[in-house]
């Protein structure tokens, strides 16, 4: 059974950084494009990062370009992303997400691209 498990969230306050974890098991996971996507209450899901399946390639939303870093370690399955920085708007659930071979035909910043994802954690950041 594939899992992506999410960890690292938590309260922090503005300027602050947090470190966030998906742990992948149940399947190879080392091929797969792996993102990272976040829900504000009252708001719909929106992209944060991506990465290739070897981290060469990464892609981030503008709103967190230069604050926040993606990447990975195919030999512990797992995806990070290391958050500096923080603003009280960066407040909301994140989720990671796994596209598998074949890679699907969406863009990398469409949740609709992503076929396994993970159960969410919380970051709160204080003003």
């Known amino acids: 059974q594939v899992q992506l498990v999410e960890s690292g969230g938590g309260l922090v306050q503005a300027g602050g950084s947090l470190r966030l974890s998906c742990a992948a098991s149940?399947?190879?996971?080392?091929?797969?494009?792996m993102c990272w996507f976040r829900q504000a209450p009252g708001k719909e899901r929106e992209f944060v990062a991506a990465?290739?399946?070897?981290?060469?390639?990464?892609y981030y939303a503008d709103s967190v370009e230069g604050r926040f870093t993606i990447y990975r370690d195919n030999d512990k399955s797992t995806v990070y992303l290391q958050m500096n920085s923080l603003k009280p708007e960066d407040t909301a659930v994140y989720y990671c997400?796994?596209?598998?071979?074949?890679?699907?035909?969406?863009?990398?910043?469409?949740?609709?691209?992503?076929?396994?994802w993970g159960q969410g954690t919380q970051v709160t950041v204080s003003s």
């Open positions: 997400a796994a596209d598998p071979l074949p890679y699907n035909s969406g863009s990398y910043y469409s949740s609709s691209t992503y076929d396994y």
């Open positions: 990465i290739g399946w070897n981290g060469g390639r990464t």
């Open positions: 149940g399947r190879t996971f080392s091929s797969d494009v």
